[in-house]
Each structure stands twice: as C-alpha cells, then as structure tokens.
T-cell receptor, first 113, second 112 residues
Framework: AQSVTQLGSHVSVSEGALVLLRCNYS??????LFWYVQYPNQGLQLLLK??????LVKGINGFEAEFKKSETSFHLTKPSAHMSDAAEYFC???????????FGKGTTLSVSS | DTEVTQTPKHLVMGMTNKKSLKCEQH?????MYWYKQKAKKPPELMFV???????INESVPSRFSPECPNSSLLNLHLHALQPEDSALYLC???????????FGAGTRLSVL
C-alpha cells in the first residue's frame, strides 16, 4: 500500500536560509507524488507534482523537489526562505488505483527574521 | 482558472439542524472529493465522485450525505451531527486520477 512519511513535524529557519522539508514514500508501483501548502484558515494549495517525467520538479513560489527512487524520497527545497513561507506543508502520494491522495502528517514551517 | 469555490466559509449548527455545504468548480474536472480536516492533522478523505457517480465512501456515518447534481457541483448534506464533527471540510477536484487535486478554501463547521 502507498504511504508517505514526513520527517520532522516542525522545522524552523531564518529568513534567507535554505528550506528543506523531508518526505519519504512507500509504493509498490511508480508513484505520483505531490507537495501541498496550507496557510492558516485556508485550503490546500498545490505546490508541485511528480508524475514520472523529470526527476527535478519546479513548483510555485520558488519551491522545487527532487524524486530519488534509490532513496524513496521526494524532499521539498527552497534556496531562500521568506516570512510568507510560514505555513503547514503536506506531502502526498496517489493510491494505487489513482483515485485518492494519501497525505503525510504534515510539517509546520516557521520562519524567523 | 484553478478555483474551487466553497460556501459557506463558516457554519455553526446545532445537533438537530439540517444544513448543506456547497462546492463548485468550472475547470471541467470529472472527479470531485470531500475531505474532513481536524486541527493540526492532514485531510481525511470522505467521499469521491467520478463522472458524477459516487466511487468511494470511506465508511462515513450516514449523517453525512453527499450529492453531485452535475459535473460542476458537489454538495454535502448534514443532519444530526455531533460535536466531534466540528472540523474544516474541504472540497477538491481533479481532471483525472493521479494528476493532482485542487482544493477549495474550506468550510469551518462548528457543531454545538
């Protein structure tokens, strides 16, 4: 069965520092992987998705993620954090039938000035 | 336009009330979803509609009743809810399976 594990429930960085949010997946078939961001009192916004094309995926707001099959990882990075990046981030994988998303538990990103 | 619109944004209801949540998308997506999200938790899938037919019901209590009147609209009818049903209810849509879902801003429901 498909699953994702997000390492670190809370990550704190300084403004301008590298952002690294970790996600490992488990899948018996080539996965479709996603990163979503949720700002307080809002819905989820799709940041980027991996659908078996390029392994380095660029998303919105300067974020990118690299699919590494050997490490079963899909970590999210951003070179320089902004205060506006503070939010909850969810990694997700499509289930085998492709009919639903399976979410990780989420990582809260805090950015300090 | 990647917008999914949910109404109302906030809803307070008593345990004997009947209310409905509404969701609308005009992206031509053929799959629509209802999720429930508690504070500090990931969304939990409730229902999936594919081509206007209910394809997944994740063992949701019958006090939640989904309806898909057409390919652009999705409703969630609520009746005799419990206080533990208080949560953020999210609607999402996708063009096809595996290509990513687009979420609405949600309805924050409080059951008194």
């Amino acid at each position: 069965a498909q699953s994702v594990t997000q390492l670190g429930s809370h990550v704190s960085v300084s403004e301008g520092a590298l952002v690294l949010l970790r996600c490992n997946y488990s899948s018996s078939v080539p996965p479709y992987l996603f990163w979503y961001v949720q700002y307080p009192n809002q819905g989820l916004q799709l940041l980027l998705k991996y659908t078996s094309a390029a392994t380095l995926v660029k998303g919105i707001n300067g974020f990118e993620a690299e699919f590494k099959k050997s490490e079963t990882s899909f970590h999210l990075t951003k070179p320089s954090a902004h205060m506006s990046d503070a939010a909850e981030y969810f990694c997700a994988v499509s289930n085998q039938a492709g009919t639903a998303l399976i979410f990780g538990k989420g990582t809260t990103l805090s950015v300090s000035s | 336009d990647t917008e999914v619109t949910q109404t109302p944004k906030h809803l307070v209801m008593g345990m004997t009330n009947k209310k409905s949540l509404k969701c609308e998308q005009h992206m031509g997506h053929r799959a629509m979803y209802w999720y429930k999200q508690k504070a500090k938790k990931p969304p939990e899938l409730m229902f999936v509609y594919s081509y206007e037919k209910l394809s997944i019901n994740e063992s949701v209590p019958s006090r939640f009743s989904p309806e898909c009147p057409n390919s652009s609209l999705l409703n969630l009818h609520l009746h005799a809810l419990q206080p533990e049903d208080s949560a953020l209810y999210l609607c999402a849509s996708s063009q096809d399976s595996g290509v990513g879902q687009y979420f609405g801003a949600g309805t924050r429901l409080s059951v008194l």
